[in-house]
């Protein structure tokens, strides 16, 4: 007997485990997740796998269930372990990643505990240290790169016992000291994960944000108003579009509303916007988007200006222009302004899937290329892979962040769940149409 349709899933994080999920709904698929954290970890990924419980998701828990098919399975869930979630809810990421790992535990496939190297034409995966898997397709699910880190990390501070370059390491902030000021490079949602959990050890000294606009994720409302009007905008160029998504939001109960009706339609608008258009958005409008698009909790919110009120979390605007190693850690130079700090922790967002080992063999290799922004992996509405010459890939797929770049809306749980339903209806026929899958 020959062997059965394997489909390789790189990655064991959030979106491995959805794809892995909605994948074996075809009983006959076999499923071979690769991933070097135990079998134990699998579903958790970086973002759940934390243990603080002051880290909450930053959607409610009514959009977080990891079936396609079934809405409430999250609350449900949560319901069925005594745990009190509601709909509306604001669960914390520990209780997320339990609920990942337990659905992912109920289908059936094999975990190879180890690194992908590269990816054959033939679909064949090469594993660190030598081992070869067959594959008749590769899902590339490799969630958020490492962070890159502005210029001023220089090797000389990137060897510095007191940086951190991922906190999201296990212990990684461990050895950030609580008698001198910590500075945070940037003001998104994962410094305010940070700062929370310095700020709950204890500290006797200040935590220090800093970006280039300071900027701060907003707050989600404890009650939202849902959307009252459809948006459409058909233009390719980002100044219309942003024009348009402002009057539309002064029609609306609250902006937040606005942006949420908004979101389903991101990747279509993302796609008709020229390629200058994208690079223009990344430029000016982007960092705007993100702190309104990927909110807060009220919680969350109330504690960050609790901890700016008495002075224990600073955040500034400004640049970084230089850093050097100093007599109990480092001394910062921002703009004009000289910080003497303890710590140095990067929370500059993750990197892109380019930037990994695996994507970069593929490019060398031409089998992946970057999309037109150059921000990530470009890809088809299918979710397969551009190949260097043009072509889609019929081998390889990508799911999630990977898909950052040719796809905008990309990260959050919602869609990686529509992607990983619907790759699991091309996979093995990948003959439907493009505007098939990107109306999904």
Not at 82 to 111: C, E, K, N
Not at 236 to 265: E, F, K, N
Request: proline share 7%; aromatic share 6%; glycine share 12%.
């Amino acid at each position: 007997m020959g062997r059965a349709d394997t489909t390789v899933v790189v990655g064991g994080g959030c979106s491995g485990a959805l794809a892995a999920i909605h994948l074996r709904e075809d009983p006959a698929r076999k499923v071979v997740i690769v991933d070097p954290a135990p079998t134990g970890s699998l579903g958790r990924g970086a973002a759940y796998r934390t243990v603080d419980p002051a880290h909450l998701l930053n959607s409610r828990a009514a959009a977080m269930s990891a079936l396609a098919d079934e809405p409430g399975d999250f609350v449900n869930w949560c319901r069925e372990q005594g745990i009190p979630v509601g709909p509306a809810d604001f669960a914390p990421r520990r209780v997320y990643g339990d609920y990942l790992h337990d659905r992912l535990g109920r289908v059936s496939f094999v975990h190879v505990r180890g690194v992908a190297t590269r990816v054959r034409a033939d679909g064949t995966v090469l594993l660190r240290g030598g081992g070869t898997l067959p594959a008749d397709r590769v899902v590339l699910a490799l969630g958020h790169g490492a962070p890159a880190g502005p210029l001023a990390i220089t090797s000389a501070v990137r060897t510095h016992p007191y940086y951190v370059g991922n906190p999201w390491l296990p212990g990684a902030l461990d050895r950030v000291p609580g008698d001198l000021p910590a500075l945070l490079i940037g003001t998104g949602l994962t410094a305010l994960d940070v700062a929370l959990t310095l700020g709950g050890r204890g500290r006797r000294a200040p935590v220090l944000a800093v970006s280039r606009r300071g900027l701060v994720p907003q707050p989600h409302l404890e009650h939202q108003p849902p959307g009252d009007a459809a948006f459409a905008y058909h233009g390719t160029d980002a100044a219309g579009l942003l024009r348009a998504v402002r009057t539309y939001a002064a029609t609306q109960p609250d902006w937040r509303s606005a942006v949420d009706a908004i979101r389903p339609q991101i990747d279509r608008l993302w796609w008709q916007l020229s390629v200058d258009a994208r690079q223009r958005f990344l430029r000016h409008v982007a960092a705007y988007w993100e702190v309104h698009r990927h909110r807060m909790a009220p919680g969350i919110a109330e504690r960050v200006q609790r901890m700016r009120a008495d002075g224990a979390l600073r955040i500034t605007a400004g640049k970084i222009r230089a850093i050097r190693r100093g007599e109990r850690g480092f001394v910062v130079t921002v703009d004009d302004e000289t910080w003497p700090v303890g710590a140095i922790v990067n929370c500059t967002g993750p990197g892109g899937a380019a930037t990994t080992t695996l994507g970069r063999a593929l490019l060398d290799d031409g089998l992946a290329r970057r999309d037109a922004t150059g921000i990530g992996l470009d890809v088809d509405g299918l979710g397969r892979l551009i190949e260097r010459g043009g072509e889609p890939s019929e081998r390889l797929f990508a799911l999630g962040p990977t898909r950052r770049g040719a796809w905008w809306e990309t990260t959050a749980v919602p869609e990686i769940r529509a992607q990983a339903k619907a790759l699991s209806e091309v996979v093995g026929s990948v003959q439907l149409p493009v505007e098939a899958i990107a109306r999904r």
